[in-house]
């Protein structure tokens, strides 16, 4: 079963920095377009960026140009950097295949970033 484990949030200001990351087992990595998602309190879960095989990038424009989504295949691992944060980025952050939808299996426990002064 595949595991995906998220990390790397907190509390920060608005205006503020995160760097969260997504460490993944039994699964072909390199091989695995990888997505970040997000779940902010009574709404959906949402796609917000996403990174190919190849590296190609793609982002909600709510998140362009303040999010960057990056990969490092040779520790399993993908990394969504926040710069710029706002109050309504405050969300649960998974990370998970960029499929819709994408598989319900594979969800992990998340991680909360709540940006608030």
């Known amino acids: 079963q595949v595991h995906l484990v998220e990390s790397g949030g907190g509390l920060v200001q608005p205006g503020g920095s995160l760097r969260l990351s997504c460490a993944a087992s039994?699964?072909?990595?390199?091989?695995?377009?990888m997505g970040w998602y997000r779940q902010a309190p009574g709404k959906q879960r949402e796609l917000v960026a996403s990174i190919t095989t190849g590296g190609a990038t793609n982002y909600t424009d709510a998140v362009k140009g303040r999010f960057t989504i990056s990969r490092d295949n040779a520790k399993n691992t993908v990394y969504l950097q926040m710069n710029s944060l706002k109050p309504e980025d405050t969300a649960v952050y998974y990370c998970?295949?960029?499929?819709?939808?994408?598989?319900?299996?594979?969800w992990g426990q998340g991680t909360q970033v709540t940006v608030s002064s």
């Open positions: 998970n295949l960029p499929r819709s939808p994408p598989p319900s299996a594979y």
């Open positions: 039994r699964i072909i990595f390199s091989a695995s377009p």
